[in-house]
C-alpha cells in the first residue's frame, strides 16, 4: 500500500502515543544535541516544534531524519493553534521547552523577539499545556512534567569571592535576555504554585561544544583562529563564566525528567570557572596544535575590543544538589571537551561553511515547504 504524508503523519503519531516528549527549539545547538543523545539513550519519541530562526539548523539533525521516532515540526512556540493541535495529536508525557532567543548582545541590540520568544511564548506553551494537561487520564496526569531549560544569568553577576548560585538565590537578571528567561521562569514557577502543574526548572551555566551557533564565545574564536582574523574579547578579558560540556547539561536534563521532584529547580553547572581570556589562549593553542600556521601563534590575533554595556563579572554554580538528589554529575573535563570541539569544529567544514555563509538558510527553504501539515526533517 502507497501511504500519502498525511497518513504516515497519522501513523506515526498512532505510535508516538505511549511514550512522547515534545521538544522546542530542538533544532538550535542545545537541543539538537538533547534530541540525537536521547535518541540513541532512551525509547521515547521525539516530536521537535521549532520555528527555525537563524539559530536552527535543521542539518543538526540529519543523522535522525527519517527515524521513526522521530517528527519535526516547524512552527512558533507562540501559535496556540498549532501548539493545542500538536498536543492533542501526539499526546506527550513531557515537554522540554529550549525553544528562546538566547544571544546577549543580540538581546542588547533589540530585546523585541527576547521578549516575544521568551516570555509570550512561554506563556503561550504554558496556557496550552495548562488546557492538555487535565485531560489526561489519573495516571498520565501524575507521570506528566513541563521542563524548563533556563540558565545562571537569571541570578546576576558574582562579586571574586562571592558563593555560587544556589536555587535559593534571588533573581537579579541583568540583560535584557536574562530578563527574558527570568520572566519565563517566573511564569513558570506560578504555573506550579497556581495551576499544580508538574513543572521542573534547570538553570545551567555556559555550554559548549558541536553545533552552536559562531555567534558565541568559543565557537567564534575558533573559527576567527583557524582563518587568522582577529579575536575580539570584551573589556579586559577577565569576566568569568562556568563551562559545561553540551552532552553533560542533556544527561544533567534528561536526569532531572527521570526523577527530579515536580516544582523543583535545578542548579546544573560544570564546577570549571575560568576567565574568557584564559578560554580564548586556550583555543589558540589547541587551533595552533591542530592547524599550525607556520610556528606563529594564533595568541597573536587576539584583540581587546569595548565592553559589552551591562556585562556580568562572574557567573559561578552551586550544583551539588542536583548531585546530591539526583545523582548526576559531569562526566566531561574541561580539558577533554574543548579539544573535542575545537576539533569538531575544524573537521566538520562544511556545517561550518553552511552556517557562516548562510547557506543552511536556503537548505531549509528548498527542503521545507510551507504547508499547514507537520513534516518530518
Ligand atoms: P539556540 O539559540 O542555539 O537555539 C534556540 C532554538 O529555538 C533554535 O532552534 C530556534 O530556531 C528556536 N526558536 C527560537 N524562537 C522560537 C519560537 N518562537 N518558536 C519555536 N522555536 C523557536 O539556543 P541554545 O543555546 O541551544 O539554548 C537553548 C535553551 O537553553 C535556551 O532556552 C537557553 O536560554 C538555554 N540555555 C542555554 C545555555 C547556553 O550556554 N547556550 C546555557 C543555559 C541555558
Ligand atoms: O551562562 C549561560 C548563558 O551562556 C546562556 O544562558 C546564553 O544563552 C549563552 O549565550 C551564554 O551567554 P554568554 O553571554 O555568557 O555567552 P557568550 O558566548 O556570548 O559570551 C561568553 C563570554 O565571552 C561573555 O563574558 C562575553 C565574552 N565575549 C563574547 C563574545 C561573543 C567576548 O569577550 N567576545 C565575544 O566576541
Redesign the pocket.
Known amino acids: 500500500m502507497r501511504l500519502t504524508r498525511t497518513a504516515i503523519v497519522r501513523v506515526t503519531c498512532f505510535y508516538f502515543m505511549q511514550n512522547t516528549i515534545l521538544v522546542t527549539g530542538g533544532a538550535g545547538f542545545i537541543g539538537s544535541n538533547f534530541i540525537l543523545q536521547r535518541m540513541e539513550r532512551d525509547a521515547a519519541s521525539i516530536v521537535n516544534l521549532d520555528g527555525l530562526t537563524y539559530a536552527g539548523n535543521l542539518r543538526n539533525l540529519d543523522a535522525i531524519a527519517g527515524n521513526p521516532r522521530y517528527e519535526f515540526v516547524h512552527g512558533d512556540i507562540g501559535d496556540r493553534g498549532l501548539v493545542r493541535s500538536l498536543l492533542q495529536r501526539c499526546r506527550p508525557r513531557a515537554i522540554v521547552h529550549f525553544a528562546a532567543e538566547?544571544?546577549?548582545?543580540r538581546s542588547i541590540r533589540g530585546p523585541d523577539d527576547f521578549i516575544r520568544t521568551n516570555v509570550d511564548g512561554t506563556f503561550a506553551l504554558l496556557e496550552e499545556t495548562r488546557a492538555y494537561w487535565p485531560g489526561l487520564d489519573e495516571r498520565e496526569r501524575a507521570d506528566f512534567r513541563f521542563l524548563q531549560v533556563s540558565?545562571?544569568?537569571v541570578y546576576g553577576s558574582l562579586g571574586p569571592d562571592d558563593r555560587p548560585f544556589r536555587e535559593t538565590t534571588a533573581y537579579a537578571p541583568n540583560s535584557p535576555?536574562a530578563a527574558s528567561?527570568a520572566a519565563s521562569d517566573h511564569l513558570v514557577r506560578a504555573y506550579r504554585h497556581t495551576y499544580g502543574l508538574p513543572t521542573l526548572t534547570t538553570n545551567?551555566?555556559?555550554n559548549y561544544g558541536r553545533f552552536q551557533f559562531p555567534?558565541?564565545?568559543?565557537p567564534?574564536m575558533i573559527l576567527n583562529a583557524r582563518d587568522g582574523k582577529p579575536l575580539?574579547?570584551?573589556g579586559d578579558?577577565q569576566?568569568v563564566?562556568d563551562w559545561l560540556y553540551v552532552e553533560d547539561h542533556c544527561e544533567a536534563i534528561a536526569t532531572v525528567l527521570a526523577r527530579g521532584r515536580a516544582g523543583e529547580t535545578y542548579n546544573v553547572g560544570g564546577w570549571n570557572e575560568k576567565k574568557?581570556l584564559e578560554i580564548v589562549e586556550t583555543i589558540c593553542d589547541l587551533v595552533d596544535e591542530f592547524a599550525p600556521r607556520g610556528g606563529a601563534s594564533r595568541r597573536e590575533l587576539i584583540t581587546f575590543v569595548k565592553d559589552?554595556p551591562g556585562?556580568d563579572r562572574r557567573?559561578a554554580m552551586d550544583a551539588r544538589k542536583i548531585e546530591r538528589e539526583l545523582n548526576w554529575k559531569p562526566k566531561e573535563t574541561f580539558e577533554s571537551g574543548i579539544r573535542k570541539t575545537v576539533r569538531w569544529y575544524l573537521e566538520n567544514e562544511e556545517w561550518v561553511r553552511d552556517v557562516t555563509s548562510g547557506s543552511y538558510r536556503k537548505w531549509i527553504e528548498t527542503h521545507y515547504s510551507p504547508e499547514a501539515e507537520p513534516r518530518r526533517s
Not at 555567534?215 to 568559543?218: A, F, P, R, V
Open positions: 538566547s544571544h546577549v548582545d540558565t545562571d544569568e535576555y528567561k545551567c551555566s555556559n555567534e558565541k564565545l568559543i567564534l575580539p574579547v570584551y578579558g569576566n563564566r574568557n559589552r556585562h557567573y
